[in-house]
């Protein structure tokens, strides 16, 4: 495992005290199984398990958001102790148990932290190219590529924080990620018919592979903005910058041969072609 002691789980855990690694090791595990699962896939975990001189630095990593995981699923059972007739809180003379409100507060700060450092994660493994082949043929990695806005610092740049969204707003990886769905459902539903499947599917993969041209890039600037519309409930906003996407793909259709081949590019440029056709009758000749 990432993080196997109590050694390793003290480094990245300020507030843990003692030597008892038996309160966490059900939590440990199941952290390291869910950054393996969600987040690396299976041959970086092997990679960052190992931590060859090579590889230090993504361990490290690793081990910190594990660490901050297991630690946060641990919390509200640190304190519990079974007894004959149920469970009890543990204390000492000289300690009390700690506020229900300390208690929520500690686990928000650690969660916060842990959403912090999964970001970070991302962002090194994105810079790190001799990681790209192994994360980039992980399942982790299109769970995490399958919409325009890969991260929540992406996200951020295309999204308005207003009074209006606050509450919709992701203020957290988890936030963030809970999001997935609502924007998954508004490319299938909403952009798709707009650019066709076919050049999505373009757009998605070059997006993934960081093999983008800059008349892709180009059209993908609005379509980000509509995306982040849509997850925060801004459909009007949003159709204004699929407005703007299908603007740049009929003015310029030869650069986007993926859209002007589709069934749907087509079909639009053939509608423009149908009006600009018809005559035009002037009252009185």
């Known amino acids: 495992m990432i993080v196997g002691n109590i050694t390793t789980l003290k480094k990245h855990v300020s507030t843990i005290v003692g030597d ?17 699962n969600n987040f690396i896939g299976d041959d970086l975990y092997k990679l960052a398990d190992e931590g060859t001189s090579t590889d230090k630095e993504l361990k490290t990593f690793c081990e910190r958001i594990v660490s901050l995981r297991a630690y946060e699923t641990a919390i509200p059972f640190i304190d519990l102790v079974q007894t004959d007739s149920g469970f009890a809180v543990a204390s000492s003379d000289s300690l009390a148990p700690a506020s229900s409100s ?24 994105e810079k790190t190219n001799r990681y790209h082949d192994k994360w980039k043929e992980s399942h982790c990695f299109t769970l995490l590529t399958d919409t325009y806005l890969h991260t929540l610092e992406e996200f951020e740049r295309y999204a308005s924080f207003t009074v209006g969204t606050a509450d919709r707003y992701p203020k957290s ?28 599917d373009e757009l998605l993969n ?80």
């Open 20 to 36: 008892n690694f038996d309160l966490f090791n059900s939590h440990v595990s199941n952290a390291n199984q869910w950054l393996k």
């Open 102 to 125: 300390r208690v929520k507060a500690l686990t928000e700060a650690t969660k916060k932290e842990q959403d912090t450092a999964i970001e970070e994660l991302l962002a090194y493994l």
């Open 173 to 200: 990886r988890r936030d963030y990620a809970a999001l997935n769905g609502t924007m998954r459902d508004a490319i299938f539903s909403q952009i798709e018919p707009v650019i066709s499947p076919e050049l999505n």
């Open 206 to 285: 070059g997006l993934r592979q960081k093999n983008m041209n800059n008349a892709n890039r180009k059209l993908l600037e609005p379509i980000r903005f509509a995306l982040a519309c849509f997850a925060l409930g801004l459909y009007d906003k949003a159709n204004e910058y699929l407005r703007k996407a299908l603007s740049i793909l009929k003015a310029n259709p030869e650069l986007y041969p993926t859209w002007r081949d589709s069934a749907i590019g087509s079909a639009e440029l053939n509608r423009d072609k149908q009006e600009n056709d018809k005559p035009i009758f002037f009252a009185g000749l």
